[in-house]
């Protein structure tokens, strides 16, 4: 069984647990002026606020709300701990995005999903003062669409078995891919339900739906093969991904998440004694086509800082259809050992290495302790992301 986490409006949840005043409020987290939301509190919900609404529309549906201006490194630190209280049940969790995530608990048989997800949520209730909703099934489609459908606070089972009958009766935006416009399309042509999805001839789908149509099927239908996929594993490659809140057409954002993500990544590298060379980004377009790029480099590396001036390079070289971007990802492989440190700091570049070393065994201590530090890189990174 798999069990689907989807944290609660999860930025805005931060922020009410790290200020109590806000507890309560209807409050946001996003642009003051020109920007827009991010995330809502449920309480601003309840007054017509949703993301990715303009922050000026969203003052004038709700006068009393409370906007404030994001933090991406606090959230990173909090995402840290909430996945890492699953490692109490499994050793195969699998984030997805930032605040959301998928845990397979078919190598724990001890222990019934139901329990370990109480359980879960539980301790993120109380250790980090938020609420997350938690989805259980026998794969990941119908578990996250199972954790998102009584949110906020929920924990929803779907035994094995009852896949179709939890499933038809649902409106077809539930099916993952479904957004707003596409959503509007098939319930233009009568594909309101789930049921109408999986019943329907494929070649009518495609015409609605396009290449997506049979992947979109098989969800409808309750199924998914998709693996968990592990970064805990003796891994051939590091990866990570996000899934953007809202649509990004910024570079300078998708390139602060991908910083972000190289921090992340290479502290598992140092972690497991290895270094890498190749260096991948992926990125999915609205349409849910992906694209990626990668390059190798000459020498095997442990450290982000000879990562950072690469990705805008690897960046340019794979979106170059510019539209709207749902995600996006980064991936280090062509995995080694790191290369004998017998340099020594007599000139300046190597002295440079040696103080890029030292800073990053620092920095994977804090990391290890889960102190609030991040660089200033990262940091610049989550401002950039949230500016109006």
Known sequence: MIIHLD???????????????LRGKAMAVGGERRGIIASASYEARKCGV???????????????????????????????????FAEEFTPYIERSSIDE?????????????????????????????????????ANKVVAQIASKLRKPNALVEVPRGTEREFLDPLGSQWLPGVGPKLGAKMRAVGLCFVHQVANAPLDFLAQVVGS????????????????????????????????????????????????GMADELMSKVRRDGKAIRTITIRLRYTDMSDVSHGLTLGAATDLETDVYPLLPRLLREVWKRRGSLRLAGLRFSNIGEPALQTELALDEHAARRARQRAAARLL?????????????????????????
């Open 7 to 21: 944290a609660d409006a999860f930025f805005a949840s931060v922020e009410q647990a790290e200020n109590p005043a």
């Open 50 to 84: 949703y993301t990715p609404m303009p922050s000026a529309k969203a003052r004038k549906v709700c006068p009393h709300l409370i906007i404030v201006h994001g933090d991406f490194s606090k959230y990173r630190r909090y995402s840290r701990r909430m996945f890492s």
């Open 101 to 137: 995530g998928y845990f397979d608990l078919s190598s724990n048989p001890r222990i019934e999903p139901r329990v370990a997800a109480a359980r879960l949520q539980q301790r993120i209730a109380e250790e980090l003062k938020i609420t997350v909703s938690l989805g259980i099934a």
């Open 212 to 259: 997506y149509a049979p992947r979109l099927q098989q969800f409808a239908r309750g199924i998914d093969d998709r693996p968990v996929i592990s970064d805990r594993e003796d891994a051939k490659s590091y990866g990570a991904q996000e899934t953007f809140g809202e649509n990004v057409t910024d570079s300078t954002a998708v390139l602060a998440t991908l910083h």
């Open 364 to 388: 994977d201590e804090f990391r290890a302790r889960s102190l609030p530090v991040t660089r200033g890189n990262a940091l610049q990174g989550g401002e950039a992301r949230h500016q109006p």
